[in-house]
């Protein structure tokens, strides 16, 4: 599977899980996976899912407008850059986002693309209209 | 330097030789440096800055809002992402943009841009 096509399904993947099961994050990280949201930093999945499963609205649903991808360097991981807008209420208005993340290698024995999705670091802004 | 404060001084750097002397920004990147500006994709330093000096506007001024900055694993990397807007002449309104910065080390306390991608966001 090429890099972009590697980056866009992991995309779909993280969002979907996030909109759909916002629980189920946990699974994306690891112990030295570290978030940073709007500025406050979390570190290891428990406190990484923690602070996604608080956020002030239940149900959100992300829009994806561009998704691009790089190698990160000789360790193999990848540096993905997406925009999109996410709307957290059916009155809401979208609020737009930019979000990088890193995703790690596989660890051995795991399959290709959940491996893949073992997110390292995340840093996200908003940017309110 | 704590990182923070690294990742500001390499922002600060960075689009200063932007707005005053962008050829300079060759002297930022390498050879396996990558560059992604709104889709398009550029590798290597002459490359990343032929297209940065062949961008359509003669004088820009970068505003920088919000700075975040993680370290990318024990080679001693650096993940920079930066928010903004871009003034590119008198009387434009200024273009909001996200940018991400993966820096290395190279020497005592240098980095360059190993990977660079570029949006503008659209209102």
Do not use: W
């Not at chain 1, 996030?18 to 978030?35: H, K, W």
């Not at chain 1, 709007?38 to 829009?63: D, R």
């Not at chain 2, 990318?72 to 200024?94: I, R, Y």
């Not at chain 2, 273009?95 to 980095?111: A, D, R, T």
Request: include cysteine; hydrophobic fraction near 40%; aromatic fraction near 10%.
């Amino acid at each position: 599977m090429d890099p972009d096509a590697v980056a866009k399904a992991f995309v779909e993947h993280y969002y979907r899980t996030f909109d759909t099961n916002r629980a189920a994050l946990v699974g994306l990280y690891q112990e030295a996976s570290m978030l940073t949201f709007e500025g406050h930093k979390f570190q290891g999945p428990a406190a990484i899912a923690g602070k996604l499963g608080s956020l002030p609205f239940q149900q959100c649903e992300h829009q994806i407008v561009t998704v691009d991808c790089q190698p990160s360097g000789p360790t193999g991981g990848m540096l993905v850059f997406v925009s999109g807008s996410i709307r957290t209420g059916p009155e809401e208005h979208p609020i737009k986002f930019s979000q990088v993340c890193n995703p790690a290698p596989p660890r051995s024995g795991s399959s290709p693309l959940l491996s893949l999705v073992g997110v390292r670091l995340i840093l996200i802004a908003c940017s309110p209209r | 330097m704590d990182p923070d404060g690294v990742a500001k001084a390499f922002v600060d750097h960075y689009y200063t030789t932007f707005d005053t002397n962008r050829a300079a920004l060759v002297g930022l990147y390498q050879e396996g440096s990558m560059l992604t500006f709104e889709g398009s994709k550029f590798m290597g330093a002459a490359a990343i800055t032929g297209k940065l000096t062949s961008l359509p506007f003669a004088a820009c001024k970068h505003q920088v809002t919000t700075i975040d900055c993680q370290p990318s694993g024990p080679a001693g990397g650096m993940l920079v992402f930066v928010s903004g807007a871009l003034q590119v002449g008198e009387g434009e309104h200024p273009l909001k943009f996200s940018q991400m910065f993966h820096l290395m080390p190279v020497g005592p306390g240098n980095f360059y841009v190993q990977n660079d991608m570029f949006r503008l966001n659209y209102g």
